[in-house]
């Protein structure tokens, strides 16, 4: 039993390990992609997606953050433009939607992959759902407010 649990405990640090390995490069990555303006440009190839689900121009920003970056940091800026310009409860129920279904999608991604999930499969799997679920929200459920 304790010869179990030992290695029960060796196995998750292993793992552990393992997440590092793949976490930490990845957030130094993310840093310069902030750093020198990709992220602001990766924002921009959000705008037909904006328009589609009839968000306004200025929630690319807090969704691209959150789609590449995580929950945390979309969080915090969705809470920040949020205020700044003024987005509608409606609004902000679609953005919660999206980066609530699709956060962090690089992270998770390569988190599955490296535990042997099917990377594309996980990627389109969890956009697909984000954008159905809130398309909809914009086309049922927002029409009552």
Do not use: C
Request: no cysteine; glycine share 8%.
């Amino acid at each position: 039993m304790i010869e179990d649990l030992f290695n029960s405990f060796l196995g998750s640090l292993n793992s552990l390990f393992q997440l590092a390995l793949i976490i930490f490069p990845l957030l130094i990555v993310i840093e310069f992609l902030k750093e020198y303006g990709v992220i602001d440009k990766i924002g921009k190839f959000f705008s037909p997606l904006m328009k589609w689900l009839k968000l306004p121009h200025d929630a690319i920003l807090p969704v691209s953050v959150g789609f590449l970056i995580g929950l945390t940091y979309g969080a915090g800026v969705i809470i920040t433009v949020g205020k700044e310009k003024g987005f509608s409860t409606v609004d902000l129920t679609k953005i919660l939607i999206l980066v609530g279904i699709s956060h962090a999608l690089i992270e998770e991604t390569v988190i599955f992959a490296g535990v042997g999930a099917n990377a594309i499969i996980v990627l389109t799997v969890r956009v697909l759902s984000a954008i159905i679920a809130t398309t909809l929200y914009t086309k049922f459920i927002s029409i009552s407010y």
